[in-house]
């Protein structure tokens, strides 16, 4: 099995506010069985687990979506990790990425993270589903963000270098999903009371590019770095 990153559409179309893909949870399904994204019209985050879809809504609640809706922003990989390792006690989330970052054998490849614990406490987000067209950075004003206290779950999702920001989103990206799956969010800060990391380094890239109006005719060659880092992170 290939070590790949499946990536339904480049990012920066999602920033420049193309909310809607003709990509179904379905056709993504083949290329993995872990990763995280959006789905259209920003109608929540997304997390892969095990193969399941659960759509994190802006409440905080998760539930299993229909495999026939459409995603603007997906990444997956088929999960097989090589490397795993204890987390600190009662470690912050800044912690855990330097300890991260010092394992891994390059910042020139993608890893696949999952991390599974007891968190002191966890703060994590979603987006409520938008009408209209509109840049990813205006959508940020209105996500809802959640704390949940002496919770277990898992986190999953990536680390991408730096120069694949047009693709996908770089550095650290990370969804939590509760162990009941009954809540979760984009992760934004955490405290981690026990835990174990898994790593997965990942050597090629799969990039669909849409053929949708919106995306055939949207401008991709400016830099939204920016606005990415403020909406993503
Ligand atoms: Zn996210």
Redesign the pocket.
Known sequence: MTNSLYVSSPVNALVQGILREDKTLQQVLEHGNFG???FNDLDG?MVLVDGIFYQLRSDGSALIPDLNIGTPYACVTHFSPVQSFDTLKDGTYLDLQQVIIESILSNNLIYAIRIEGTFTRIRARSVPKQDAYRPLVNVANDQKEFEYEHISGQLV?FWTPDFMHSIS?PGF???FLSADKSHGG??LDFVIKAGKVWLQPLDQLSLDLPHTIEYLNANLEKDNSEDLNKA?H
């Open positions: 995280l994204g959006t985050e999702g989103v990206h990370l969804h984009h992760l993503e």
